[in-house]
Nanobody, 115 residues
Framework: QVQLVESGGGLVQPGGSLRVSCAASGIIFSGYAMDWYRQAPGKQRELVAA???????KYQDSVKGRFTISRDNAKNTVYLQMNSVEPEDTAVYYC?????????WGQGTQVTVSS
């Protein structure tokens, strides 16, 4: 079965950097687009960044120029590099993919931006 496992979250100071990772199994990873979503307390889950099978990317306006999504097909892993983080980036970050069988989510990793 498809499994997505996030890692790398934690506490980071405003202006700092953090990288979260998502390891996928149970799918031919290179054949699927991958996304990062986030959900802050009391808010709806929102798309942060997406990467296609060709490596094309798109970002939520609030993270453009600060976050970078990338993928390593040899490692079945997608990354989200977060730079110049702000308190508003505090959220649980989720990895997501959509296959013909449906949508799959990881368990999430907490990112807290605070001094």
């Amino acid at each position: 079965q498809v499994q997505l496992v996030e890692s790398g979250g934690g506490l980071v100071q405003p202006g700092g950097s953090l990288r979260v990772s998502c390891a996928a199994s149970g799918i031919i990873f290179s054949g699927y687009a991958m996304d990062w979503y986030r959900q802050a307390p009391g808010k709806q889950r929102e798309l942060v960044a997406a990467i296609g099978t060709s490596g094309s990317t798109k970002y939520q306006d609030s993270v453009k120029g600060r976050f970078t999504i990338s993928r390593d097909n040899a490692k079945n892993t997608v990354y989200l590099q977060m730079n110049s983080v702000e308190p508003e980036d505090t959220a649980v970050y989720y990895c997501h993919t959509r296959t013909l069988a449906g949508d799959y989510w990881g368990q999430g990793t907490q990112v807290t931006v605070s001094s």
